[in-house]
């Protein structure tokens, strides 16, 4: 069977913040959007994350793909890692 004729399904594998991340993301995303309203609006709905994979997998590989990514993610957890962020000296 070609991949052309297999069953394909849509991934996204993505980190989620903590709450208070949230909150604060969508709280300074307002204030972005007073002045850019065109800009991308964080809700409920849409709520700021980073992702680490998208893409389109068989379906057939779902499971096995599903248990490699926990596999990694326990051995790696990526929300051990620190991340210092600042502002450069003016």
Known sequence: ?????????????????????????????????????????????????VTLLQRFVPAKDFEALCANITKVLDNEPPTATKILAFSPAP
């Open 1 to 49: 069977m070609g991949a052309a004729n297999q069953d394909m399904i849509a991934i996204d594998v993505l980190l989620v913040p903590d709450r208070a991340t949230i909150d604060k993301s969508i709280s300074l995303n307002a204030q972005l959007r007073a002045n850019y309203p065109a800009g991308y609006p964080l809700d409920a709905t849409r709520i700021p994350h």
